[in-house]
């Protein structure tokens, strides 16, 4: 009787340890499956053509950055013109630059001369968004 007893005690916790085991796989597959997509989505669904422009001109108009989503070398100056009668901004998401509001027909500039993505917006119209990745 005992070592029967001990055989399903013995039984339970191998079943608790594949259980744990499984769930452990799950776990990684769906936090790789995770990281591996999430900058994909970021840059589709910034980007209404789902590819990036190499410009340092962006035009806005009809309340959109066009292009929305630009590459640019480090050290490249990016000019922002605003071809809207309604009054924009380019402000970074991250503070590093900011323009005044900009009436019709004003631009804004800015050089880049760090490496890296930088994700920006109109404070006015938060929908209006984009980004410059600066390449090295
Ligand atoms: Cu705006």
């Not at 590093?96 to 804004?108: H, I, P, R």
Request: proline letters at 4%; one cysteine or more; charged letters at 10%.
């Amino acid at each position: 009787m005992n070592t029967k007893r001990r055989g399903s005690v013995i039984l339970i916790v191998i079943i608790i340890i594949a259980v744990v085991l499984f769930a452990i796989g799950i776990f990684y597959v769906l936090n790789s499956r995770k990281t591996a997509t999430a900058p994909s989505t970021t840059t589709t669904s910034t980007s209404s053509t789902g590819s990036t422009v190499t410009t340092n001109i962006v035009n806005i108009k009809e309340m959109a950055f066009t292009p929305d989503n630009i590459t640019v070398k480090t050290g490249t100056t990016v000019t922002w013109t605003n071809d809207d009668s309604v009054v924009h901004t380019v402000t970074a998401n991250d503070g590093s630059f900011a323009s005044d509001s900009l009436a019709q027909g004003k631009s804004y500039s800015h050089t880049f001369n760090t490496p890296g993505t930088y994700k920006y917006r109109c404070v006015i119209h938060p929908n209006m968004t984009g980004i410059v990745t600066v390449t090295p």
